[in-house]
Structures are given as structure tokens and as C-alpha cells.
């Protein structure tokens, strides 16, 4: 949502744009998947939440123009079970990746297809701002 105002490049995995939908269907309390560094291991989803994210959805495509429409990537996860969400950002964005993972990267598959988009994105950018 901001890279657009602050003009910058953004590289979104496996993006969900309707998180408040599919945080209504969890509310309560719910373990990390991974351990934190603060070695807090539960966290909670309430209503106060899942309004917090239908406020941001209801703007989150606000500043999309078609000159900054090359500068979003998406990068699609082809084992994916919770976000399919490629079509509506194809709406706003031109430039979608897949790699063969789900919806939560390993540290491998960062390395792997992450990092190396992140870098050619802004290879890529920096050479079009230059020009």
C-alpha cells in the first residue's frame, strides 16, 4: 500500500487480500508456527483485529496507478492452499512469479526464489530509473 506514496519497489509472497475474512474464521488464541526471538509463543485474533484489516482493505488498492504498476511483484507459491490471489493482483500489478512452495516460504525457498527476485527487481528498477 505504501510503496507507491514512497516510491518504492515492493516484492509481496503469496500475497491475501482478504485477510479479514479469513481471520473471522479464527478468532481465539493460536500457537507461532516458528519460535520468536521474544520467546512469546501464543497470539490472539479478535474482532478488533479482523476490523483493523477490513479498514486496510477497504483502501489497499487506493494508490495503484499505471505507472507504478511494474514496480509490485507478486510471487505465487504453486502449492498455495490459503491465498489465491494472483487474478486480483494481476488487476493492479504486471509482474507475477511462481515458485513450486506453499503459502509459508522454508528458509530454503527464501534463498532460493526470494532473494533472487528481490535482487533482479532492483537490478531492474535501478537500470529503469537511471534511463
Known sequence: ???PVVD???LLGNPHF???EFLKQRIGQHEYKS????GKQSFVIDEALVEEFAALEATQFDNCNPQFSDQ????????????HFESL???HYNRSFH???????TADEVRTWYVPLAERMLIELSYTNEV
Open 1 to 3: 500500500m505504501i510503496a
Open 8 to 10: 518504492i519497489p515492493a
Open 18 to 20: 482478504r485477510m479479514s
Open 35 to 38: 519460535p520468536r526471538k521474544d
Open 72 to 83: 509490485v511483484w507478486g510471487l505465487f507459491g504453486e502449492q498455495d492452499t490459503l491465498a
Open 89 to 91: 493482483f494481476l488487476e
Open 99 to 105: 515458485f513450486p512452495g506453499g503459502h509459508t516460504p
